[in-house]
C-alpha cells in the first residue's frame, strides 16, 4: 500500500503541477481570446469596416487563437507537442480528405468576403433559399426569411450558384400586370393607372414610369406597369398599387375579367 502512495506522490508531484498549469492555460487563454477578438471588432468598428468583414475576421482570429492555447496546454502538460504537430501533419491528408466539404465552404466564405456579391443585410435569393443575410461565417451563411425562419446555406453552395442580391442597387423597378375587359375603355382605363402613378410620391419621377398595352389575352386586355422605387418601397408599392387599381376601376366602371370558358353541349 505504502509504495502505491508514493508512486501516487510521485505522478502528482511530477504531473500535477503541470496539469494545473495547462488548465490555467486554458481558462485564461479562453478568455484572452474573446477579450483580443473584441478589440478587434471594437477597432474595425471605429473604422466603419462593413458588419460583413467583421463577422468574419472576428470568427477568424477567435478560432486561431483558441487552438494556439489549447496547443500551449498541450505542452504544458508534457506532451510533446513536436510528436503531436507530425501525428498531425501526418493525419492531415485523410483529415483533408474526410473534411474537404468544410474545407471547401471556408475557401468560399473567404472568397464571398473578397468579392462581397452579398452583404449583412442584403436580401438575397442564391443557394436555393432566399433571405436576409445574417451572417457570413466561416462555413455557412446564415439567412433569415420574411416569416422570421432561419436558414443556414453553406459557403460554397453560395459560391458555386446564381446569386440574385435584391439590395445592392438603391432602386428596384415594380412589375405589375393589370388585366381589363374587352369591351372596356383602354384609355381610360391606362389614364386612370397613370393617375394612380402620378399621385404616390414613393415613385420615382425619373426614369419615368412604364405604362403600356403588353398583351390581347385570352380573356383580358393587359396592361404593363412597371414604376420605379427606392429599395425599401417595393413591397409597399407593389401592394398598395394592386389595392388602389381595384378601387379606382370599380370605381370608374373598369372591369377586372377572370378566365372564362364556354361550354357547348350536344344531343345525340
Known amino acids: 500500500m ?19 498549469k495547462a488548465i490555467l492555460i486554458i481558462i485564461i487563454g479562453m478568455w484572452l481570446s474573446g477579450f483580443i477578438t473584441r478589440l478587434i471588432v471594437k477597432a474595425m468598428t471605429k473604422r466603419d469596416v462593413d458588419l460583413t468583414v467583421k463577422q468574419f475576421v472576428g470568427g477568424l482570429v477567435k478560432t486561431a487563437l483558441v487552438v494556439l492555447v489549447i496547443i500551449t496546454a498541450i505542452d504544458q502538460a508534457g506532451i ?18 474526410a473534411l474537404q466539404g468544410s474545407l471547401s465552404n471556408f475557401a468560399s466564405g473567404v472568397m464571398l468576403i473578397i468579392f462581397r456579391p452579398i452583404r449583412v443585410g442584403d ?18 451563411t446564415v439567412m433569415t426569411t420574411p416569416d422570421n425562419k432561419v436558414i443556414y446555406v453553406p459557403n460554397s453552395k453560395l459560391a458555386s450558384d446564381n446569386i440574385i ?101 350536344f344531343n345525340n
Open 123 to 140: 436580401y438575397v435569393e442564391a443557394g436555393g433559399a432566399a433571405g436576409t443575410i445574417s451572417e457570413i461565417g466561416i462555413f455557412v
Open 165 to 265: 442580391n435584391y439590395s445592392i442597387k438603391p432602386t428596384r423597378r415594380v412589375d405589375m400586370v393589370f388585366g381589363i375587359s374587352y369591351s372596356d375603355d383602354i384609355d381610360k382605363a391606362k389614364s386612370i393607372i397613370n393617375d394612380i402613378l402620378a399621385k404616390d410620391e414613393r415613385i420615382l419621377k425619373d426614369p419615368a414610369p412604364l405604362v403600356v398595352l403588353s398583351e390581347l389575352a385570352d380573356s383580358s386586355v393587359n396592361f404593363k406597369v412597371a414604376p420605379w422605387v427606392k429599395g425599401s418601397d417595393y413591397w409597399s408599392v407593389y401592394f398598395d398599387t394592386h389595392e388602389t387599381v381595384k378601387k379606382r376601376f370599380d370605381e370608374a366602371g373598369v372591369s377586372i375579367p377572370f378566365p372564362q370558358q364556354d361550354v357547348h353541349l
Open 2 to 20: 505504502e509504495q502505491y502512495l508514493k508512486e501516487f506522490e510521485t505522478y502528482v508531484s511530477h504531473y500535477g503541477v503541470s496539469a494545473i
Open 80 to 97: 510533446e507537442t513536436t510528436s503531436f504537430l507530425a501525428v498531425l501533419g501526418a493525419a492531415g491528408l485523410a483529415i483533408g480528405l
